[in-house]
């Protein structure tokens, strides 16, 4: 009988000794698809190029601008040589396709900032006050707008009391705060008010005007005059009511109480920190980011409001933040949180149940309800479901971070898998022919929970769900998308096949779709017994040697579908 077959091709599981893997069980699985788990076949490379051209720096951020895009083309391609976030606008008749982004370095380069679709052009243009920073945006803003600073101040026309108090003139006591608004992208971004003026009397049906001079600076150096003006209030029964817009310094006063406008609207708003990282869009219009051992979140659907009060802080410094709709998961450098609420004024932290440090910002990503990221213990998945280290029935703690740099891990998720781009630490049996320093990816297939590596390098991705494709930054600074080039050559090397006994197997029979540039190699004992390149399905004599422990590696691009070995030609024959 025959005593070897293998008809099931999957991943690697290091954790393992060889001998003990199942049928499908590899040491060795570069550039392999297991997205069918059964037949050995290989994955496709990087397709060409998209932009015309290439980035002027390395990236660490990609992402893919605007919602009405047809084609794939250089258009709306934004790009940072940091680590940043974006997050569209979630905001009411957004003609502008307002964009938010925020630079996630230790020492941002730039605060958080905005643009809009009149501002992205194509990949080369560079982004004002983030020279040389990033690319895709000719032009972009801070987030939030500075309160003025200083009150204003009330003088009075006709002011002066009449000598006969039977008159009947009612006295009013009057306060008044102003606001600085900016109007860009179709929107008005309203600051927090300014100091209350000191109390002044007015004197009703007196004819009296109240001169309300404004204090303020005018204009950031951002806004041009054209995009600026200033709000009054006046306070009535302790409210703070709107009385006028001026674009000077100068405001009279002629409302009457009764014809005083909306409440002040701003009074806890806040420009957001301007260390703010991790930029993420939640539901309800509500955005997160953090610094520090803080979580911020915004006033529902004003992006550029960040209340102080909204603030929840937990035990750890975060390192990554992600949102699970109306959950966010916050991963500090000790174990992940979640924040959970539909409105930021009602906020509730929990801690997750597992006990794991996110190690590697750049690893945090989201699929189905679940984040991901990597621990030192390995990949992780987090969710209000339950939370567990997918990999460890895959690799031991020091086998993850033997081989791999895992502060290194750059994670995105696409087509149910899990792309880790990283840096090699060691080069173990892991690695096959890989030379060492080799940067590479590796793939976790969530359905099947199978583990292999790939070759394939990339600085930045972008998972666009429009195309339903994976697009990377290749070492050439071009944008290509995964899985549309040329097919990769694949090394697949099974599991230490033990016998009870020594034998001598005189054939083997390897079966594929077709037999172009297919290799293989042949170990008996751990030594390479022979090598050679399949040409057809006819059985492979081998030498005569006795050996309890037999293995198959196989190299190629074709679809390899069953292994035999057998100790006599009839038994493969009657297969």
Same mark, same amino acid.
């Given at each position: 009988m025959?005593?070897?077959?293998?008809?099931?091709?999957?991943?690697?599981?290091?954790?393992?000794?060889?001998?003990?893997?199942?049928?499908?069980?590899?040491?060795?699985?570069?550039?392999?698809?297991?997205t069918? /788990?059964?037949?050995?076949?290989?994955?496709?490379?990087?397709?060409?190029?998209?932009?015309?051209?290439?980035?002027?720096?390395?990236?660490?951020?990609?992402?893919?601008?605007?919602?009405?895009?047809?084609v794939?083309?250089n258009?709306?391609w934004?790009?940072?040589?940091n &680590?940043?976030?974006?997050?569209?606008?979630?905001?009411?008749?957004? &003609?502008?396709?307002?964009?938010?982004?925020?630079?996630?370095?230790?020492?941002?380069?730039?605060?958080?900032?905005?643009?809009?679709?009149?501002q992205?052009?194509?990949?080369?243009?560079?982004?004002?006050?983030?020279?040389?920073?990033v690319?895709?945006?000719?032009?972009?803003?801070?987030?939030?707008?500075?309160?003025?600073?200083?009150?204003?101040? $009330?003088?009075?026309?006709?002011?002066?009391?009449?000598?006969?108090?039977?008159?009947?003139?009612?006295?009013?006591?009057?306060?008044?705060?102003?606001?600085?608004?900016?109007?860009?992208?179709?929107?008005?971004?309203?600051?927090a008010?300014?100091?209350?003026?000191?109390?002044?009397?007015?004197?009703?049906?007196?004819?009296?005007?109240?001169? $309300?001079?404004?204090?303020?600076?005018?204009p950031?150096?951002?806004?041009?005059?054209?995009?600026?003006?200033?709000?009054?209030?006046?306070?009535?029964?302790?409210?703070?009511?709107?009385?006028?817009?001026?674009?000077?310094?100068?405001?009279?006063?002629?409302?009457a109480?009764?014809?005083?406008?909306?409440?002040?609207?701003?009074?806890t708003?806040?420009?957001?920190?301007p260390?703010?990282?991790?930029?993420?869009?939640?539901?309800?219009g509500?955005?997160?980011?953090?610094?520090?051992?803080?979580?911020?979140?915004?006033e529902?659907?004003i992006?550029?409001?960040?209340?102080?009060?909204?603030?929840?802080?937990?035990d750890?410094?975060?390192?990554?933040?992600?949102?699970l709709?109306?959950?966010?998961?916050?991963?500090?450098?000790?174990?992940?949180?979640f924040?959970? +609420?539909?409105?930021?004024?009602?906020?509730?932290?929990?801690?997750?149940?597992?006990?794991?440090?996110?190690?590697?910002?750049?690893?945090?990503t989201?699929?189905? +309800?679940?984040c991901?990221?990597s621990?030192?213990?390995?990949?992780?998945?987090?969710?209000?479901?339950?939370?567990?280290i997918?990999?460890?029935?895959?690799?031991?703690?020091? /086998?993850?971070?033997?081989?791999?740099?895992?502060?290194?891990?750059?994670?995105?998720?696409?087509?149910?898998?899990?792309?880790g781009?990283?840096?090699?630490?060691n080069?173990?049996?892991?690695?096959?022919?890989?030379?060492?320093?080799?940067?590479?990816?590796?793939i976790?297939?969530?359905?099947?929970?199978?583990?292999?590596?790939?070759?394939?390098?990339?600085?930045?991705?972008?998972? &666009?769900l429009?195309?339903?494709?994976l697009?990377?930054?290749?070492?050439?600074?071009?944008?290509?998308?995964?899985?549309?080039?040329?097919?990769?050559?694949?090394?697949?090397?099974?599991?230490?096949?033990?016998m009870?006994?020594?034998?001598?197997f005189?054939?083997?029979?390897?079966?594929?779709?077709?037999y172009?540039?297919?290799t293989?190699?042949?170990?008996?004992?751990?030594l390479?017994l /022979?090598?050679?390149?399949?040409?057809s399905?006819n059985?492979?004599?081998?030498?005569?040697?006795?050996?309890?422990?037999?293995?198959? /590696?196989?190299?190629?691009?074709?679809?390899?579908?069953?292994?035999?070995?057998?100790?006599a030609?009839?038994?493969?024959?009657?297969?």
């Amino acid at each position: 009988m025959v005593a070897i077959r293998n008809s099931s091709f999957g991943g690697i599981r290091p954790k393992l000794n060889a001998r003990y893997l199942g049928e499908d069980g590899a040491q060795i699985a570069n550039n392999v698809d297991t997205t069918r /788990q059964g037949a050995l076949t290989p994955l496709y490379g990087l397709g060409g190029n998209i932009l015309g051209g290439a980035f002027p720096f390395d990236p660490k951020t990609l992402f893919r601008y605007g919602i009405d895009y047809l084609v794939e083309d250089n258009k709306k391609w934004v790009a940072c040589k940091n &680590d940043a976030s974006f997050a569209r606008g979630q905001i009411t008749g957004d &003609d502008y396709e307002v964009l938010y982004f925020t630079d996630n370095s230790e020492s941002p380069s730039f605060p958080p900032m905005f643009t809009d679709k009149n501002q992205v052009g194509t990949y080369a243009q560079t982004a004002s006050r983030t020279a040389n920073t990033v690319c895709g945006i000719t032009n972009s803003f801070p987030l939030g707008v500075l309160a003025p600073t200083v009150a204003p101040t $009330v003088s009075s026309i006709n002011n002066s009391p009449p000598e006969d108090i039977e008159t009947g003139l009612t006295i009013e006591y009057r306060t008044y705060v102003h606001t600085n608004v900016y109007k860009r992208s179709g929107r008005e971004m309203e600051s927090a008010p300014s100091p209350a003026s000191t109390v002044v009397k007015h004197y009703l049906d007196s004819g009296q005007v109240d001169t $309300v001079t404004l204090l303020s600076t005018g204009p950031e150096e951002h806004m041009q005059s054209s995009e600026y003006e200033t709000r009054v209030y006046r306070a009535v029964a302790g409210t703070f009511l709107f009385a006028g817009t001026t674009t000077n310094s100068i405001f009279a006063d002629r409302t009457a109480a009764e014809n005083l406008g909306e409440p002040l609207p701003s009074l806890t708003w806040s420009p957001p920190d301007p260390k703010m990282k991790g930029l993420v869009n939640m539901a309800n219009g509500i955005m997160a980011g953090f610094n520090g051992r803080d979580v911020f979140f915004c006033e529902p659907y004003i992006p550029h409001a960040w209340p102080i009060n909204y603030t929840v802080t937990v035990d750890s410094p975060v390192v990554a933040i992600v949102s699970l709709d109306t959950t966010l998961v916050v991963l500090t450098n000790e174990r992940p949180y979640f924040v959970q +609420g539909s409105d930021p004024s009602f906020m509730t932290v929990v801690e997750a149940d597992i006990a794991q440090a996110c190690i590697a910002p750049r690893s945090a990503t989201k699929l189905g +309800g679940e984040c991901y990221f990597s621990s030192p213990d390995g990949l992780v998945t987090v969710s209000p479901r339950g939370s567990k280290i997918i990999t460890e029935n895959i690799f031991s703690y020091r /086998q993850w971070n033997n081989y791999f740099e895992t502060d290194s891990i750059d994670g995105y998720v696409h087509d149910l898998k899990y792309y880790g781009f990283f840096k090699y630490k060691n080069t173990p049996a892991l690695t096959g022919t890989f030379p060492p320093d080799l940067n590479g990816v590796f793939i976790y297939d969530i359905p099947t929970r199978q583990f292999t590596m790939s070759t394939i390098t990339a600085t930045a991705g972008f998972a &666009d769900l429009r195309f339903d494709k994976l697009y990377l930054i290749a070492n050439d600074k071009n944008v290509r998308a995964w899985g549309t080039g040329v097919i990769e050559q694949y090394t697949w090397r099974s599991k230490i096949f033990g016998m009870p006994s020594e034998v001598s197997f005189s054939c083997m029979q390897i079966e594929a779709e077709s037999y172009e540039n297919l290799t293989y190699k042949l170990y008996a004992d751990g030594l390479l017994l /022979q090598e050679g390149t399949v040409l057809s399905r006819n059985m492979i004599r081998i030498k005569s040697v006795l050996a309890r422990d037999w293995e198959v /590696q196989l190299q190629g691009k074709n679809e390899v579908f069953n292994i035999a070995l057998a100790q006599a030609g009839q038994e493969l024959a009657s297969k």
